[in-house]
Structures are given as structure tokens and as C-alpha cells.
């Protein structure tokens, strides 16, 4: 089955600094890769997703980039601000229906 | 993004009785759903996949007669945590699977913390 490793586990940023979070996979077959943001005692909201036909997508503060070939993708955020500041969970999927499998989560602080 | 349900958000309960939470897809059909545990500042661990009109997938080493699930319709899924005791206390989360566009992804709810005393 799939395997996902995440990095950091804990991360502190100023604010208005970037912040960068990689997770690798070990299936190949692997194509869908989305990244969702967990703050305390919530749910886990999607914050941007990314498909294999493509090696970078960004959303205003957000941008993800993958690298098939090495089977790693990373999520970026730029000029970070307090309200980022939550756990961040990478997620693989082939995404004919199957499940998806989670990496450990990365815990962000911004400090203002 | 879509929306999804899930009732009670929280829920104490003595040792020994069931307890069981709802989970349902609010502007969408699901066929499937799947059912998450976290602990704190942990990742969310599958347990099992609702699919609707069929049995339920379960993960390795999660007891099918413990928690069960049932899934009646295409907005409704159910887990019942059976004979709960206290190291059944975490929060339980489920996701609905949208298919948009020809793509899928998943969307959570709310989730239910359940502390068994």
C-alpha cells in the first residue's frame, strides 16, 4: 500500500516569512495529492490539491509543487500570517475512488 | 466546497453503552464515506470506507463488531461504537467522498469527540 512521510512535525515561522512543508510517497500510481489545514478541534479543511498532469499549482499565499519523478510534493506558504498558524496534512490518492492515505501532520506556529 | 454533517459533535457516555454518530453529505450524494479516528496532535487513521448499499471496508485491526457502520443512503452514514470503553475516547471524524468535474476528493465533517467515562 501507500506510504506517506511528512516534514516537519513542528515548524515556527515569523510572520510574513515563508514556510515549506514536504511529504514524499511510495506509490507510483499515486495522482492525487491534496493538502488540507486542521486548526484546533476542527476539521480538516482542503486548502489546495494537486493532480499529476501538473508540476505546480498555486492559490494566492498557497502554491504546491510535485515532483513525480522523485515522488515528493511540498506545500508553500508565503508572507505567513497568525491565522496560518494550524496542523497541515499532505494526503495521497489514486483518485479513482480509493482511500486516502495521510501523512503525520505538521504543526505551524506563527509568531507575530 | 461541499458540505458535510456530523451529529453529535460531542458526547460523554458511561462505560459499557453505544454510542452512535451521524454523518451526512448536506448539498451532495455520497456513495462512499469514510470514518477517521484522531488523537491529539496525531494524524487521522482510517478505520474503515462506508460504501453505500454494501458492507463496510475495515483497516487492519479495527473490530468490525465494535464499531459499526452503516451506510442507508446516499447522505447517510452511521457509526456505532459498541460496548465503548474509555479507550474508545477520541475524536471521531468522517469525510465524504464528491465526484466534480470528473475528479474526486473528500470532505470532512466537523467530527465527534466521544469521551467514555
Known amino acids: 500500500g501507500e506510504n506517506v512521510e511528512q516534514h516537519p512535525s513542528t515548524l515556527s515561522v515569523q510572520e510574513g516569512d515563508s514556510a515549506v512543508i514536504k511529504c514524499t510517497y511510495s506509490?507510483?500510481?499515486?495522482?492525487?495529492f491534496p493538502w488540507y489545514k486542521q486548526e484546533l478541534g476542527k476539521r480538516p479543511q482542503l486548502i489546495i490539491d494537486?493532480?499529476?498532469?501538473?508540476g505546480e499549482k498555486k492559490d494566492q499565499r498557497i502554491a504546491v509543487t510535485l515532483n513525480k519523478t522523485a515522488k515528493h510534493f511540498s506545500l508553500h506558504i508565503t508572507e505567513t500570517q497568525p491565522e496560518d498558524s494550524a496542523v497541515y496534512f499532505c494526503?495521497?490518492?489514486?483518485?479513482?475512488?480509493?482511500?486516502?492515505?495521510f501523512g503525520t501532520g505538521t504543526s505551524l506556529t506563527v509568531i507575530p | 466546497g461541499a458540505v458535510v454533517s456530523q451529529h453529535p459533535s460531542r458526547v460523554i457516555c458511561k462505560s459499557g453503552t453505544s454510542v452512535k454518530i451521524e454523518c451526512r453529505s448536506l448539498?451532495?450524494?455520497?456513495?462512499?464515506m469514510f470514518w477517521y479516528r484522531q488523537f491529539p496532535k496525531q494524524s487521522l487513521m482510517l478505520m474503515a470506507t462506508?460504501?453505500?448499499?454494501?458492507?463496510?471496508?475495515?483497516e487492519q485491526g479495527v473490530e468490525k463488531d465494535k464499531f459499526l457502520i452503516n451506510h442507508a443512503s446516499l447522505t447517510l452514514s452511521t457509526l456505532t461504537v459498541t460496548s465503548a470503553h474509555p479507550e474508545d475516547s477520541s475524536f471521531y471524524i468522517c469525510?465524504?467522498?464528491?465526484?466534480?468535474?470528473?475528479?474526486?476528493?473528500?470532505?470532512f465533517g466537523p467530527g465527534t469527540r466521544l469521551l467514555v467515562l
Open positions: 469525510s465524504a467522498r464528491q465526484l466534480a468535474g470528473g475528479f474526486e476528493t473528500q470532505y
Open positions: 506509490d507510483s500510481a499515486s495522482n492525487y
Open positions: 494537486i493532480r499529476s498532469n501538473v
Open positions: 494526503a495521497a490518492s489514486r483518485h479513482t475512488g480509493n482511500q486516502f492515505y
Open positions: 448539498d451532495f450524494q455520497a456513495t462512499t
Open positions: 462506508s460504501n453505500e448499499g454494501s458492507k463496510a471496508t475495515y
